[in-house]
């Protein structure tokens, strides 16, 4: 069985920092890459950076890059994703998904449907 656990959301002010971070347990050796997401109220789960587990590419949309770094450890089988500049709009559930397939296509990896597992979310309130 596999477990994502997300943990280090909370309430933030517009433009500070918070660092997320998701432990994984179970069949992680076989993961390929992992992945964040987030969840609004009202609105479509959207993807917000990837990391390939070999090699640790990377893979974040425009809304995020810049603001947003997606890290790992795989000796500790966690998969980190450190927010600065954050911003209102940054407000919902954040996600931690896996996968065991490979793309190096950010619209494939932007794709829900291509993970398997996925964390129970962490919610981030960003006030202005």
């Known amino acids: 069985q596999v477990q994502l656990v997300e943990s280090g959301g909370g309430l933030v002010q517009a433009g500070g920092s918070l660092r997320l971070s998701c432990a994984a347990s179970g069949r992680t050796s076989s993961f390929v890459t992992m992945g964040w997401f987030r969840q609004a109220p009202g609105k479509e789960r959207e993807f917000v950076a990837a990391?390939?587990?070999?090699?640790?590419?990377?893979y974040y949309p425009d809304s995020v890059k810049g603001r947003f770094t997606i890290s790992r450890d795989t000796a500790e089988n966690t998969v980190s994703l450190q927010m600065s500049s954050l911003k209102p709009e940054d407000t919902a559930v954040y996600y931690c998904?896996?996968?065991?397939?490979?793309?190096?296509?950010?619209?494939?990896?932007?794709?829900?449907?291509?993970?398997?597992?996925w964390g129970q979310g962490t919610q981030v309130t960003v006030s202005s």
């Open positions: 998904a896996a996968a065991f397939q490979f793309s190096s296509s950010a619209v494939v990896l932007g794709r829900a449907g291509f993970y398997k597992y």
């Open positions: 990391i390939t587990r070999t090699y640790g590419n990377t």
